[in-house]
């Protein structure tokens, strides 16, 4: 008699499984919505090419742009760690592009990804991410990046009275023990461009780079050159930017705004940041906010 | 007879059905395939394990777990059966050291070994005492790791020692041995060998938590996992650094089962069969 019910529990647990997996999740992409254009907003000069009026976009959030960076913020690119306040690099040029395809401030909205799960693959709860990533082809299997908004070089910083404070070569950094944020294209041009003898180390932020540095446990950080500047001139005293590193390879490295792979805001976005370069919007957000990171000799 | 064949039918179907819909409900999942290639790809297991011009190798990387783990253990053992024993020792003049004793260790047992990872490692470079703070992360690090297990050790060493019979105490005082005598000779060896099997709980997780060392910048395995993973976007990385460490854990456990089932066999004196 215990046969029969056993089958009876046996086939409802297999059923309810069954329709859990075919269920299964949901993509989460976001929905394209193929409307014809509903009357140009603010006057867009490409009849055939992508429908950018605002109306029309496809979000992620309907009726607001919805923008991630990650926790805490870090200066120069932001101020106060708060993106909603429009200061700071990537705060300005966060807002310029809204302001570009069409959105008020207050349809801006901000969420936290941390840098090391944005350029993974997989959806995105957001319409894009701005976090000092940069484009490399690797990521953008992953992801889809726009057109870059800024061009960056990696720098190195030394305390002041460090060994390898005046270097001008890579090869002077042979010996050295070296320090990058863990995942990002500062350690890859490390061991790949540096290659010092002793691997270097990493840490999860750069807060704790700091520390190490200041605590003598590396003799140096590589990280890109406004954040260099930023560190050195108020985060850890008696330190100095040693120097800024050359471009390797064809083209400078740039930074991107990351989107959810096939996300097809991407062309909006692009033809937003193109008239920003064009009529001179970002090249004057630059000055504003990164204006010293400028002047670093070059380590070759 | 004809029951307890049916029972162990009932039983291996079951069993049988659970895995076979477990397997079902995975395979089926929508990301089954992206999973699979993302997590169990083989060239990308290769690849993270022997390193690449961007990334460093799972398998070297793992080599410091290891030498991490084989130190502080040694230290563990030592430290936690100091500990241990300071604490049960009775008599009002040692009230200070025993009072140490419970201190440290509920001190240690309280902060989150990640805490302690960290305030040792950036805080005692911090104090720039000479010939202590300018050890290096790894060292600091291992130092962390013997500071907050020898408290967890010590009190599986205490329950040990609490186990043996108070009447070997009695048995072997009266036989003329000192109170450390009979510690030494009659109690710890007792209590040592039973709490065998918890010891080396400690021991394995001692392992794993290793690689919260990597906060302090070394790159231990799962660290060299975690930077090919976010360079090549394929976790499989991960896999490969978990398997390194099972690798290492189970013949450890077998290793200890046979410790147990001996020391059981000479207590028994070849009594029972």
Same mark, same amino acid.
């Given at each position: 008699m215990k046969q029969p019910r056993f089958l009876a529990l046996a086939a409802l647990v297999l059923s309810f499984v069954v329709l859990l997996a075919a269920c299964g999740s949901e993509g989460g992409d976001t929905d394209t919505d193929d409307q014809p254009a509903a009357g140009g907003t603010s006057g867009s000069e490409e009849p055939e090419g992508p429908d950018c009026a605002v109306d029309s976009l496809a979000l992620y959030q309907e009726g607001q742009l919805t923008i991630a960076t990650d926790k805490p913020a870090y200066e120069p690119w932001f101020k106060g760690n708060d993106p909603t306040n429009g200061k700071g690099f990537e705060s300005a040029v966060a807002y310029a592009v809204a302001e570009e395809m069409g959105f008020t401030r207050d349809q801006v909205e901000w969420v936290v990804e941390p840098f090391n799960k944005s350029y993974a693959p997989g959806p995105k709860n957001y319409d894009f991410d701005?976090?000092?990533?940069?484009?490399?082809?690797?990521?953008?299997?992953?992801?889809?990046?726009?057109?870059?908004?800024?061009d960056v070089n990696q720098a190195l910083i030394t305390l002041e009275d460090s060994d390898i404070a005046d270097a001008s070569s890579v090869t002077e950094l042979k010996d050295a023990k070296l320090g990058a944020q863990v995942g990002t294209t500062s350690f890859a041009y490390i061991q790949q461009y540096i290659e010092p003898s002793d691997q270097p180390f990493t840490y999860d932020n750069t807060n704790d780079a700091k520390s190490a540095l200041r605590a003598g446990q590396i003799d140096g950080i590589?990280?890109?050159?406004?954040?260099?500047?930023?560190?050195?001139?108020?985060?850890?005293p008696g330190s100095k930017v040693a120097g800024q590193f050359t471009t390797q390879g064809a083209a400078p490295e740039q930074f991107g705004l990351l989107f959810e792979s096939g996300n097809p805001l991407v062309e909006c976005v692009d033809q937003a940041i193109t008239t920003l370069k064009d009529d001179g919007t970002l090249a004057q957000i630059q000055d504003e906010w990164l204006s010293q990171a400028v002047d670093a000799p070059v380590i070759e | 007879m004809l029951g307890d064949r049916r029972a162990v039918l009932v039983s291996s179907v079951s069993t049988i059905v659970f895995f076979v819909v477990l397997g079902a409900a995975i395979f089926l999942a929508p990301g089954s395939r992206e999973v699979a290639h993302d997590f169990f790809s083989f060239e990308a297991m290769r690849e993270a394990l022997v390193g690449t011009n961007t990334t460093p190798s799972v398998l070297s990387s793992f080599w410091l777990n290891v030498r991490m783990f084989l130190v502080a253990e040694v230290f563990i053992l030592?430290? @936690? $059966?100091?500990?241990?024993?300071?604490?049960?020792?009775?008599?009002? @003049? $040692?009230?200070?050291l025993r009072l140490v004793a419970v201190i440290y260790t509920d001190f240690f047992r309280g902060v989150p070994l990640l805490l302690v990872i960290y305030i040792m490692g950036f805080g005692i470079p911090g104090l720039a005492i000479p010939g202590i703070s300018d050890r290096s992360p790894v060292v600091l690090g291992v130092a962390a790791l013997v500071l907050s297990y020898s408290a967890y050790v010590a009190e599986v060493y205490r329950a040990g020692i609490e186990s043996v019979h108070e009447s070997q105490v009695i048995g072997a005082r009266s036989l003329g041995l000192s109170r450390w005598q009979s510690m030494r000779f009659v109690v710890l060896p007792q209590a040592v060998r039973r709490v065998i099997p918890p010891l080396l709980n400690d021991f394995i997780s001692l392992q794993k938590d290793t690689a919260l060392v990597a906060v302090l910048g070394p790159i231990e395995a799962a660290r060299a996992a975690a930077i090919y993973g976010s360079d090549r976007f394929n976790y499989s990385s991960f896999v490969v650094a978990a398997l390194l460490f099972i690798l290492l854990t189970i013949p450890l456990a077998r290793f200890t089962d046979h410790l147990v089932a001996r020391d059981r066999k000479r207590r028994r004196g070849g009594a029972m069969a």
């Open positions: 701005i976090n000092q990533i940069s484009i490399t082809p690797k990521r953008e299997e992953a992801v889809d990046f726009s057109e870059g908004y800024y590589v990280v890109d050159l406004p954040t260099a500047f930023f560190i050195t001139a108020v985060e850890i | 030592v430290l @936690a $059966l100091v500990i241990a024993v300071i604490r049960q020792m009775p008599g009002p @003049a $040692l009230f200070p």
